[in-house]
């Protein structure tokens, strides 16, 4: 149809009109080349940034809170955190993987060994750190081992105050004119890790301090951590929020199983809490298992939320004897 309409024109009309479709091929081409330079002109940023600091300042909150959701568990008691890990937040342009590290503390076991290694590796793995330290405790013990630890990294460190929702403005002044004169960091950022105070800036800060580099990460991707791995931080969490005494330092979660079952959508999860002792088995079980079965219905309740789906779970406790003494079974454990 097109052809016969294009014969019947006149010979001028022909090549006027080929001038016009050439015309805009030309202009669709040249926008074409426009877009992919403006594209290459505007830089992508990314780089990585470790969160650093003493156990149980507020390390894994600030992680959730710079996320917007939660990757990182968090609990009142110290050493909660026993990996590093990673949230991965996506910007306009710019990408920031997060490294949250468990606290660094004084060791005295395996285990305390593995963790504040892996903090310690972390540091070496990033661009600019972020030391945490909390307001109302600006004196914790590990600071002066901390500081000099990242005096040797070499690397830009932006300290951060976190907790300022647990204590009058007017006391930042003395512990910022005292931390300035200790080592000389590149910004000093007051924040409520819990209700968002001072984030915005913090993030800010973080955007001046990334680099033009490549996108390491899928947009979609906002942990590497495995779904398994995901499900046994979330019961580890609620053991160290029902649990007391020794029990959250001596227990460890692996997971064994997750199926979907097709027929229903149900996820069927089944995992092992493993602990040092007899003793530590029984307060874990709890009198006719109601100690466990908390454990079992909070942990649930998340990972539905989690998932977005219906969730059977299963847990067993074992006896692994001193698992956080030993160097093999911290492996199998995941340490
Ligand atoms: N009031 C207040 N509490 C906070 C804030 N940030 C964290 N917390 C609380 O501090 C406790 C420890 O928080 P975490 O995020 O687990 O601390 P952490 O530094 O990751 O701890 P470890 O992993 O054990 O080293 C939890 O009870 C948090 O709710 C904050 O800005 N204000
Ligand atoms: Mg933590």
Request: net charge positive; glycine share 6%; proline share 5%.
């Amino acid at each position: 149809m097109r052809s016969i309409l294009f014969s019947a024109l006149s010979a001028e009309k022909r090549i006027y009109f080929l001038c016009v479709l050439c015309g805009s091929a030309i202009n669709f081409i040249e926008k074409r080349c426009m877009d992919k330079k403006n594209k290459e002109n505007t830089e992508y940023l990314s780089g990585f940034i470790a969160i650093i600091g003493p156990p149980n300042v507020g390390k894994s909150t600030l992680l959730n809170r710079l996320m917007g959701k939660k990757i990182s568990i968090v609990s009142p008691k110290p050493q909660t955190t026993r990996n590093r890990i990673v949230g991965i937040h996506h910007g306009e342009g710019f990408q920031i993987a997060f490294l949250d590290t468990p606290g660094i503390h004084k060791t005295r076991t395996t285990l305390h060994n593995s963790m504040v290694s892996s903090a310690r590796d972390a540091l070496s793995q990033v661009d600019v750190l972020i030391l945490v330290i909390e307001m109302s405790r600006p004196d914790n013990q590990e600071i002066s081992s901390i500081l000099k630890t990242i005096k040797r990294t070499s690397k830009p460190v932006m300290l951060v105050i976190n907790k300022i929702d647990q204590g009058p403005k007017k006391a930042l002044l003395p512990i910022i004119d005292s931390y300035s004169g200790r080592y000389s960091f590149e910004v000093i950022i007051p924040v409520s890790a819990l209700n968002g105070d001072g984030i915005d800036i913090l993030l800010e800060e973080l955007k001046k301090r990334i680099k033009p580099g490549p996108q390491f990460y899928p947009e979609d991707m906002s942990t590497d951590q495995s779904e398994k791995f995901l499900v046994s931080e979330v019961i580890r969490e609620k053991i160290y929020l029902h649990t007391g005494g020794d029990i959250p330092y001596s227990s460890a979660v692996t997971v064994e199983k997750m199926e979907v079952n097709p027929e229903n959508n149900i996820l069927s999860i089944s995992a092992i809490i493993h602990v040092e002792s007899e003793s530590q088995k029984s307060i874990m079980i709890g009198r006719g298992g109601k100690k466990v079965r908390d454990i079992g219905r909070a942990s649930r309740l998340e990972l539905e939320k989690m998932f977005g789906k219906r969730i059977f779970l299963e847990l067993f406790v074992r006896v692994e004897k001193n698992w956080s003494r030993d160097p093999k079974a911290l492996q199998r454990l995941g340490y």
